[in-house]
């Protein structure tokens, strides 16, 4: 009888799976499966920097990247600039902030091409960090931070300067005409009254009117005033005035500042405010000279005219807006200036009665 094999029941749990084979590569020997990850990266990570680079180019063709420019690449004349200096004290300050502190304010450039721009706004800033440079070799002085823009016309480029400088430091209303008159002249605005609207859009009517005005004194008076940015807008006003009223008015002050040549804007503005009220001195080719005909009747034919000489008097001063303060010899104050008028008059009048 022959001998049955005897059965085992497995452990619990089930039968264990055979064993999977190994994976065979499809490909043939030495192949690597396609990169289809990497190349889909790769053509993410360029269509990035593509949008980078479009975006880069957007922002600096609409003046919203600030760009280093070397200092040698900015034309200053590119435009008449509308202020006509600055200040010795102005300037040093500017100097101190930017050396401490460095550029807070970009410039404002459009490109002239072949890597030249010229300057819109910021002249003082292009000024204290030229000087800077002459001054103390520095490289970091060698260059300005700058926004491109783009002006369509000459006008939009005057119109951005002039705005550009009264919102950071308004002009003299003399620097203010002179712009409009440069402009006029230069054929960006074919008349006086278009500078004005363009130029001062956003000002008042009143605004612009008082700006015409001293259009009239720029006029008769460029090159004859030394100081002309310093004349505040009252006396300015009453100069215009005269100038409009008197057709030889502009040419006698001229004569007269020409051989006073004052040295400071005090004394210049002290010498067009007697002028203005009348209460100058004579010519100076016939001062302190008596007349023909007195001196025929009070002195031989061979003795030399008698001449009358006045007291020196000390330099006048603006004590408030429009009214100026003499002094002279035997305890003489003079008061004049386009603010004394006859109200004031009465006002100082009852002033001095009520002081006993």
């Not at 039968?15 to 192949?31: I, M, N, S, V």
Request: charged content about 25%; hydrophobic content about 45%; aromatic content about 6%.
């Amino acid at each position: 009888m022959a001998k049955r094999k005897r059965l085992t029941v497995p452990p619990m749990g089930g039968f264990a799976a055979p064993a999977a084979p190994e994976a065979k590569p499809l490909l043939g020997p030495g192949l690597a499966p396609a990169p289809i990850s990497r190349v889909t990266g790769e053509a993410a990570a360029t269509a990035a920097l593509r949008e980078v680079a479009e975006e880069l180019t957007s922002a600096r063709a609409e003046g919203r990247l600030v760009l280093r420019l070397a200092l040698d690449r900015v034309e200053e004349s590119w435009l008449v600039r509308d202020r006509l200096g600055i200040e010795a004290e102005e300037l040093d300050s500017l100097m101190a902030s930017l050396a401490s502190h460095g550029q807070r304010s970009p410039i404002e450039v459009a490109d002239m091409g072949e890597g030249r721009f010229g300057l819109i706004s910021g002249w003082r800033r292009v000024t204290a960090l030229r000087r800077l440079l002459a001054t103390t070799g520095e490289e970091r002085f060698a260059s300005v931070l700058a926004i491109l823009r783009r002006p369509e016309t000459a006008a939009e480029a005057y119109v951005a300067m002039v705005e550009e400088n009264e919102i950071r430091l308004g002009l003299s209303y003399f620097e203010r005409a002179r712009i409009a008159a440069k402009a006029v002249e230069a054929g960006v605005f074919p008349t006086e009254k278009a500078a004005l609207q363009q130029l001062y859009a956003s000002a008042s009517r009143a605004r612009r009117s008082k700006i015409g005005s001293f259009l009239g004194i720029y006029q008769a008076l460029d090159g004859a005033l030394r100081f002309p940015a310093a004349l505040p807008e009252r006396l300015g006003l009453a100069l215009a005035r005269r100038i409009e009223e008197e057709p030889d008015f502009a040419e006698g002050l001229a004569a007269r500042l020409a051989a006073a040549r004052p040295d400071t804007a005090e004394a210049e503005l002290a010498l067009i405010a007697e002028a203005v009220a009348g209460a100058g001195q004579p010519d100076p080719a016939s001062a302190g000279a008596v007349p023909p005909e007195a001196a025929s009747a009070s002195a031989p034919c061979d003795s030399p005219a008698p001449r009358r000489t006045r007291p020196a008097a000390a330099a006048a001063a603006e004590i408030r807006p429009g009214v100026f303060l003499k002094g002279a010899r035997g305890g003489e104050l003079v008061l004049f200036g386009p603010a004394v008028d006859e109200g004031f008059r009465d006002r100082l009048r009852d002033w001095l009665a009520g002081q006993g």
